[in-house]
């Protein structure tokens, strides 16, 4: 499970950004059944809940720093988490046609560059490839990688940004310790741009379009 101060300090990253952000635990009938989430008002997505994309936080490579006996510092990470951010109401969309995943192409061996991107898989995707704000968005933010995932079990469908997070905990107190724990480096916050626009695409093709008379 992720860990609970993974969503108190998401919760408190949207704050800082001047967002309306509330934590929905499992038992809400707002969120996914069984699933800890955030919902962030004001956005075209509904909710965002965390996965862990491999492994999970405490088996990351870490290190302890301090400059006495009395304090130490301990970095976990980077741990990979995918960040779903949900939009809700499938309606009788077929699944395959609401696959897609973010092709890239860089240049460069050590510091890779960003030099094009496509969207690969069923009709979304194609939906996806006409919007050209949307490619310039992830272009300038470099936000990747991405991919769609309909849910029809949930009735929703998952836009899915792979991060690394990392986990600090630090330790203080010779006889007594005491220890506190605090996450950092989640998504900058113009990965809200890019879900935004491509949950708009989502919305989209899930209307039923209207048929002239």
């Known amino acids: 499970m ?17 967002l309306n952000p509330e934590i929905f635990e499992p038992n ?18 509904d ?10 936080i405490g088996f990351g490579r870490g290190g302890t720093i301090g400059p006495s006996i009395g304090f130490q510092q301990q970095n976990i990470g980077p741990t990979l988490i995918n960040f779903n951010y949900i939009v809700k109401g499938m309606i009788n969309s077929n699944e395959n046609d609401l696959k ?22 069923g009709l979304l995707a194609g939906q996806l490839n006409g919007d050209t704000q949307l490619k310039d968005t992830i272009m300038k ?41 605090r996450v950092e480096n989640f998504p900058p916050m113009e990965t809200l741009d890019v879900i935004d626009k491509i949950a708009t695409n989502v919305r989209a093709y899930m209307t039923p379009q209207t048929v002239p008379m």
């Not at 991060?163 to 905990?169: D, Q």
Request: proline share 5%.
């Open 47 to 56: 909710l965002v809940i965390l996965k862990f994309a491999g492994g999970s």
């Open 100 to 121: 897609a995943e973010l092709k890239v192409k860089t240049e460069g061996f050590i510091s890779k560059k960003l030099v094009d991107v496509h969207w690969e898989g």
């Open 141 to 181: 933010s470099s936000v990747i990688p991405l991919k769609v995932e309909p849910d029809k079990k949930n009735n929703c469908v998952h836009i899915i940004n792979e991060h690394a997070i990392r986990e600090i905990i630090t330790r203080s107190g010779i006889i007594v310790q005491k220890a506190e724990t």
């Open 28 to 45: 809400n009938p707002q969120t996914i059944p069984g699933e800890k989430s955030i919902k962030v008002n004001g956005r075209k997505f």
């Open 2 to 18: 992720i860990p609970n101060e993974v969503f108190r300090d998401l919760l408190a990253y949207y704050q800082q950004a001047g």
